[in-house]
């Protein structure tokens, strides 16, 4: 059965891409659910291809993938062991899947090393430590970026480069988050007005 069937209702089995599963929340009327996966599957089926040892990771590390709309491209939610992937960021057409799939794969990251810290003794990321792994996921997107053909590499290379380039306070800055919430539903409501 296809994960549209899945999709549809057409089956009890849970959505799953890639033997990760996925949960969609769809609060946009205007972007379709369906585009949104198949980039989702066409982004892991880059991690597939070019990254295997990470997406078997990313398959023990986390319980699934979250698609919604979120202030940010993507999140690692520690507490649930879910990767956030950000909708509209999903439904994009203007740019390849590469940078989804480095994205999802940064996040895959950040899981690892919570995997890590939990089997070590379960202490959590202090703030010093951020920045450092911050560098770490952005040097595996650096490594996918390369190993990817030179046209999908090329736009996850240039930004890896230009991050791992930054100042450790800028390349894991604090966020507002109220105020990114803020932003992101102005922008929703002038797509849904």
Not at 15 to 23: F, K, M, S, T
Not at 109 to 134: K, N, Y
Not at 152 to 166: K, T
Not at 173 to 189: F, H, K, N, S, Y
């Amino acid at each position: 059965m296809s994960w549209l069937d899945r999709l549809l209702g057409r089956s009890a089995e849970p959505l799953r891409l890639h033997g990760v599963a996925v949960e969609l929340q769809n609060s946009r009327p205007d972007i379709d659910d369906a585009v949104v996966l198949e980039r989702l599957d066409e982004a892991l089926g880059l991690i597939a291809r070019y990254a295997p040892a990470r997406l078997r990771h990313l398959q023990r590390d986390v319980r699934g993938i979250r698609v919604m709309r979120f202030p940010t491209r993507g999140a690692y939610f520690p507490d649930e062991r879910i990767i956030l992937t950000e909708l509209t960021f999903l439904a994009r057409r203007d740019m390849p899947a590469s940078p989804v799939a480095s994205s999802i794969l940064h996040e895959s990251v950040h899981a690892r090393v919570h995997a890590f810290r939990q089997r070590v003794g379960g202490r959590s990321s202090a703030p010093d430590d951020m920045a450092r792994e911050e560098r770490l996921c952005r040097r595996a997107e650096l490594a996918f970026g390369r190993a990817l053909p030179p046209d999908l590499g090329a736009p996850v290379v240039e930004r890896a480069m230009a991050s791992l380039a930054l100042q450790d306070a800028d390349v894991a800055p604090v966020v507002d988050w109220t105020l990114a919430a803020e932003r992101q539903r102005a922008v929703d409501e002038g797509h849904t007005h």
